[in-house]
């Protein structure tokens, strides 16, 4: 390659513009695509740098939020990642206590019928697999302050049958007509009506007090059942969800019906369990942690798996302008139809470890992060999932791009070391504390969502030697 020429008054621009600015760079989001050097290989080059990426599976349980969707379902045998078992723990109770039924001849209550009403969102999965979820009474009592996370699975009487359905997620969308009610999405549940004539013939002692109600009834344990299996973990929101109980009944010797709705208050546990089992999964074989890493990279929204990432090449990299830095992972595009049924993550998560920053915790990217990301979806970061076309086959596939140019512009003028970097899929992002950053930004305690739990899963090229391996593009220009 011949020598650069340079003039000064270009010289001079740069110098300026990088000791001005230090961390920041040229940004094509924000400021438009033109104010982005034309590479020339005279003044601005594009370069890219190898990874180094290796499988890791998370042990760590994620905590459950209340307003999240919850997923409820098998996945009797996915041939990457292998199977999963999510299941709900609820109490659903009246708004307030003491809670007396409707006014009437309390001998004269009759449970027409008794609903638990579970609103559905979505399905990861199969949709035309059949499934089947069973509804049993809790044994373990909730502790509301607690946190609850995935791996808590509470404990439950399997031996009597309160409830079950079977159905296929594919008909939940339909319109429901029940009394009082025109709705859809909804996966109605039929309850015992034996058992829930008692809570009326008993509520003068049931419906007294809230610990009352809590010693005589711990809440639900909704399971799916694991002989029927299925293939799809299905989505519910709990927030709205509900038990709603159809009476008939005699008011001052006049026939009439009503409906009472028990749903989750603010003094109501809930809680989410899954629980993940390998098996022979085709990632069994890409767990090893090879050195010079691994060629494939297998991503599970969380509880999941994750990857570690390093860039060799970036120590010792001379003084230069950061015009744009790329972080791009493809996936590995495949006719397995299953990719159509499982699909990939919304959002992938980009964070580093720094033993200088946060207590050695991962962290947001050094600055590259701000406040804002959280108010602007991670626009600027990256990491949302996009559909590109395979040059070889012609097929669509995903793509995940991460801006890291600051980042990278802290590591050449601050003289920083390259970091290792955790890519992963989590349901939420959260920084437990406050600390500033290699460019003086104050990044405070945060938690936000980023994809809903265990919804998505994708196999990428790794370290491999393909067009589309994981990889580091930089745009540059020399001082």
């Not at 899929?425 to 739990?453: E, H, K, M």
Request: aromatic residues 12%; charged residues 15%; neutral net charge.
């Amino acid at each position: 390659m011949s020598k650069t020429q340079y003039k000064p008054a270009f010289t001079g621009i740069l110098i300026l513009f990088l000791f001005a600015f230090g961390c920041t760079k040229i940004d094509t989001t924000s400021l438009g695509q033109n104010l982005i050097p034309v590479v020339d290989n005279i003044n601005t080059f594009d370069t890219t740098f190898n990874v180094i990426a290796i499988n890791y599976d998370d042990t760590e349980c994620d905590t459950i939020h209340r307003s999240s969707l919850i997923p409820v379902g098998i996945i009797s045998n996915d041939p990457l990642f292998g199977s999963s078992n999510a299941a709900v723990y609820v109490e659903l109770k009246p708004n307030a206590f003491p809670y007396t039924f409707p006014t009437a001849d309390a001998s004269s209550f009759i449970v027409d019928s008794a609903i638990l009403v579970m609103n559905y969102s979505h399905t990861f999965g199969d949709t035309n697999a059949l499934a089947k979820v069973n509804v049993y009474q809790l044994t373990d009592s909730f502790h509301v302050a607690d946190n609850y996370t995935t791996c808590k699975v509470l404990g439950y009487d399997n031996s009597v049958l309160l409830g079950t359905k079977s159905y296929y997620p594919s008909v939940l969308k339909d319109s429901i007509h029940a009394y009082q009610e025109d709705a859809a999405n909804q996966l109605r549940i039929p309850l015992s009506n034996s058992f829930i004539q008692n809570f009326i013939t008993d509520s003068a002692q049931i419906f007294r007090s809230d610990s009352a109600f809590i010693n005589y009834f711990k809440g639900f344990a909704i399971v799916p059942d694991e002989i029927t299996g299925g293939q799809a973990l299905n989505y519910f929101d709990f927030t709205g969800s509900r038990l709603s109980i159809y009476l008939r009944y005699k008011n001052a010797g006049v026939a009439d019906t009503t409906v009472v709705a028990f749903a989750v208050t603010g003094s109501s546990g809930l809680s989410n369990s899954l629980v993940r089992d390998r098996g022979t999964s085709e990632i069994t074989q890409h767990l090893s942690h090879p050195a010079n890493g691994d060629s494939l990279i297998y991503i599970q929204t969380s509880p999941g798996t994750y990857a570690l990432l390093t860039i060799p090449g970036l120590n010792g990299l001379s003084n230069r302008v950061i015009n744009r830095a790329e972080l791009i992972v493809d996936q590995v595009y495949s006719t397995n139809s299953l990719n159509n049924i499982f699909n990939a993550p919304i959002n992938l998560y980009l964070d580093v470890k720094d033993s200088t920053l946060n207590n050695g915790n991962f962290t947001p990217i050094p600055c590259d992060f701000s406040s804002t990301e959280l108010q602007t979806g991670f626009q600027y970061l990256g990491g949302q999932l996009k559909t590109v076309t395979d040059s070889p086959s012609g097929q669509q596939r995903g793509e995940y791009v991460f801006n890291i140019s600051r980042y990278l512009q802290s590591i050449v003028t601050k003289g920083k070391s390259s970091l290792k970097l955790r890519l992963s899929a989590p349901d939420y992002v959260t920084n437990t504390t406050t600390y500033t950053d290699w460019c003086g930004q104050t990044i405070g305690a945060f938690s936000t969502p980023r994809n809903n739990l265990g919804d998505g899963r994708v196999k990428i090229n790794g370290t491999n030697n393909t067009p589309t391996r994981i990889r580091l593009r930089v745009v540059y220009s020399k001082l």
